[in-house]
C-alpha cells in the first residue's frame, strides 16, 4: 500500500483562485507602501546562522530552520556537545546557514552591506516568505508571507507617525473593520522592570508578550512561577491595571516614575506620539496605550505598536512592529531603524470570511476557442493575434461534444466562447457567446480582433 502523500506541517498548497486573492490583497498593500515612497528590496530566503542568531532571544533562536551542512563541513559536528544534551549547541555545529525568521534582521544586514550606497533615511518595503518551527495554529504557519515597511535614519518621531499611517491606509482601501493598534515603548518597560527590582526587562518582556493569549492573570501566574517575589509580580499587575484614557494612563505612569527617580524618556516619546497622532486623520484604526505589551523579540529598543484582529476574529496581532537602534547602528550610531509587519495570513482569513475581496478578481476577460477539428493553422492565427494583446484566450485540445467543451469552460470560469466551425468560416463570421448570461452574437470575422479587444 503506497503511502499518502502529505504537505509538511504548518505549509500549504494555493489554489488558483486563492493565488488571485492573495495577489489582490499583496497588490493593495505594494500600492499602499509605494504611495508612501517605500522601496521594494529582496533578500535572500536564507542568510548565514551568525546574521540571525543572538538578535531575537534564545526562545526564537530555537526555531530557525537550520540548513545541515554537507561534505566535509559535516565532520565539525560537536559530539560532544550532543553526548551533554546541548542540543542547540550540537545543531549549531551542523549548520552555517539558516531559512531567514523575519525581513528585519536580513534588511540590518542589508543595511550593513551597503551602507555607502544607501540614501537615508532610507525607506523599504519587503514582501517575502519566512520560516519558523513553531506549533501551527489558525493564522498562523511555518511558512509564510511577511510584508514590512521599515524606515532607517535618524531617530525621529515622524518614523513612528508615517507606519502608523500606513497601517490606516491599508484597512482603509481594504475596507477593513476599525481595529485597535496598541501602542508602548521598552523604555517603559525597562523603567517597569527597574521598579519590579530586577536585573532586566527580559525577565518579564517574553511573559508579557502572552497577555493576548493568557491574560493577565495567566501572565501573573507564569510570573510566579518564574520565582518573581509577590512584591514584583503586585507591582505590575497594579501598573497593568492602570485603566482611563490614554492621557490618563500616561500621566498616572509619568507620576509612578517620576517618584521613583525613573527616566522618563519612553513615557514622554508615547505622549508625543499619541498627542500628533491626533492631528491626524485616522479612518480605520484606534491608537490605545497598552502597558502589557512587550513585543518578545529582544532588538526592540523604543516605541512598540502591534494591531489586534477585530473583536469578532480574535485570532491574535494582524501586524506589529517597533523601533531598533542595536540592530543597525553598530557600523554608524546615528542609524535607528523602525518598521512595522502585516499578518498577511491572518488579514487574508478575516478578508474572506467577511467576504472583503472583490467579486471580480481580475478585469480582464478570457476566451476558449471550440475545437470542431478544423485545420490547426486557421485557429492558431486567432489565437496569437490575442496573445500578442495580452488576451487571455484557448484552444480546447480535442474535437469532442460541445457539451463537454462548454463545461469545461464553466468549470474554469472562462468568459466568452468563441465558436468558428465550418458554418462560421463559410459565411466569414465567428460566434461569440457569453457564458455568463447565455446570449450569443455573430460578429463579422474582419473585425474579429478589434471586437475580442473591445469587451476584453
Keep these: 500500500m503506497s503511502q499518502k502523500l502529505n504537505t509538511p506541517k504548518g505549509t500549504r498548497d494555493f489554489s488558483s483562485l486563492e493565488l488571485k486573492k492573495r495577489e489582490y490583497l499583496l497588490n493593495v498593500l505594494k500600492d499602499c507602501f509605494k504611495s508612501f515612497n517605500f522601496q521594494e528590496i529582496q533578500t535572500p530566503s536564507f542568510e548565514n546562522l551568525t546574521t540571525l542568531t543572538g538578535k531575537y532571544g534564545d526562545d526564537e533562536d530555537n526555531l530557525m530552520f537550520k540548513i545541515l551542512s554537507s561534505g566535509d563541513k559535516i565532520k565539525k559536528a560537536d559530539i560532544d556537545a550532543f553526548k551533554n544534551n546541548k542540543l542547540s549547541k550540537f545543531s549549531n555545529s551542523l549548520s552555517d546557514k539558516a531559512l531567514r525568521y523575519d525581513l528585519t534582521v536580513p534588511l540590518s544586514r542589508f543595511i550593513s552591506q551597503n551602507l555607502n550606497d544607501l540614501s537615508f533615511p532610507f525607506k523599504r518595503f519587503q514582501t517575502q516568505l519566512v520560516w519558523r518551527a513553531e506549533r501551527p495554529q489558525r493564522g498562523r504557519y511555518r511558512e509564510f508571507l511577511q510584508c514590512d515597511v521599515d524606515i532607517i535614519g535618524e531617530s525621529n518621531i515622524l518614523q513612528e507617525l508615517e507606519c502608523i499611517k500606513v497601517y490606516d491606509s ?3 482601501r481594504l475596507g477593513f473593520p476599525k481595529v485597535d493598534l496598541r501602542i508602548n515603548n521598552r523604555q517603559i518597560l525597562e523603567g517597569v522592570s527597574k521598579l519590579m527590582k530586577l536585573e532586566t526587562v527580559t525577565e518579564i518582556a517574553s511573559v508579557l508578550d502572552k497577555t493576548d493569549k493568557i491574560g493577565i492573570d495567566g501572565v501573573m501566574k507564569e510570573l510566579k512561577g518564574r520565582n518573581l517575589s509577590d512584591d514584583s509580580i503586585n507591582l505590575l499587575k497594579s501598573l497593568l491595571d492602570i485603566k482611563g484614557t490614554n492621557q490618563e494612563k500616561i500621566e498616572n505612569l509619568r507620576n509612578i516614575f517620576d517618584s521613583n527617580n525613573i527616566f522618563l524618556n519612553g513615557v514622554d516619546l508615547l505622549d508625543e506620539i499619541i498627542y500628533t497622532s491626533q492631528k491626524f486623520n485616522l479612518n480605520n484604526i484606534n491608537i490605545k496605550v497598552d502597558l ?31 523601533r531598533y537602534d542595536d540592530l543597525v547602528q553598530k557600523n554608524n550610531p546615528k ?10 495570513d491572518r488579514i487574508f482569513m478575516i478578508l474572506d470570511e467577511l467576504r472583503l475581496f472583490p467579486s471580480e ?34 484552444l480546447y485540445p480535442s474535437n469532442v461534444k460541445i457539451k463537454k467543451q462548454l463545461d469545461y469552460a464553466n468549470q474554469k470560469g472562462i468568459d466568452y466562447v468563441v465558436i468558428i466551425g465550418d458554418e462560421e468560416v463559410k459565411s466569414n463570421i465567428f460566434k461569440l457567446k457569453n457564458m455568463k448570461s447565455g446570449s450569443q452574437s455573430s460578429i463579422d470575422i474582419s473585425n474579429f480582433l478589434s471586437e475580442i479587444e473591445r469587451i476584453s
Design 170 to 172: 491599508v484597512f482603509n
Design 292 to 322: 502589557s505589551l512587550a513585543r518578545g523579540l529582544s532588538y526592540y529598543t523604543g516605541t512598540i505598536i502591534e494591531v489586534s484582529s477585530p473583536k469578532e476574529y480574535e485570532i491574535g496581532s494582524i501586524g506589529g512592529g517597533g
Design 335 to 344: 542609524l535607528s531603524g523602525f518598521g512595522i509587519s502585516f499578518g498577511f
Design 361 to 394: 478578481l481580475n478585469s480582464s476577460k478570457s476566451f476558449l476557442f471550440l475545437n470542431f477539428g478544423l485545420e490547426l493553422d486557421s485557429i492558431l492565427s486567432y489565437l496569437d493575434k490575442l496573445r500578442e494583446k495580452n488576451i487571455t484566450c484557448e
